[in-house]
């Protein structure tokens, strides 16, 4: 499976959880390490679905990066994408981290961190930066 399918795929996953308000489903695509690491998940995941205002419309991909890291033959490989999604009252763009495969620390596949900010909200530094466990809303 391409980086692109990588992607598409786990953001239809979010896509689906954000239409059905599905605070379980979000939970479930992040890594058990992530959510060992994030600070208070469940509320983030309430106030992500207060903070996201009106019925999807529209959702794309904006750009893909990965990386791969290889250990002792076993691998890990880091996908990072932007979402695009408008609803009937707001624009919003989302970041994602995601690793689709880890071998070297199992306890790391899945959603690493998903950043959600309206569109029009100006990136605050580089994905490095701003990387973080769970739930990023701003």
């Known amino acids: 499976m391409s980086d692109e399918q990588r992607a598409d795929a786990r953001m239809e996953q979010i896509i689906i959880a954000i239409k059905e308000k599905d605070g379980d ?3 479930s695509l992040f890594s058990k390490k992530a959510l060992e690491e994030a600070n208070d998940f469940e509320s983030d995941v309430n106030y992500f679905f207060e903070f996201f205002q009106g019925s999807i419309e529209t959702w794309g991909r904006d750009g893909i990066a990965g990386s791969e890291s290889i250990d002792h033959g076993k691998t890990s490989h880091m996908l990072r994408f932007a979402i ?3 609803t009937d009252k707001e624009a919003y763009r989302l970041f994602v981290i995601d690793y689709s495969t880890d071998t070297i620390n199992p306890n790391n ?3 690493y961190m998903l950043e ?3 569109a029009d909200s100006p990136n605050t530094g580089s994905w490095q930066e701003r990387m973080r ?3 990023y809303l701003h």
């Open 116 to 118: 959600v900010r309206l």
């Open 109 to 111: 596949q899945g959603v």
């Open 84 to 86: 695009n999604v408008n």
């Open 133 to 135: 466990a769970g739930l």
């Open 25 to 27: 489903a979000i939970k």
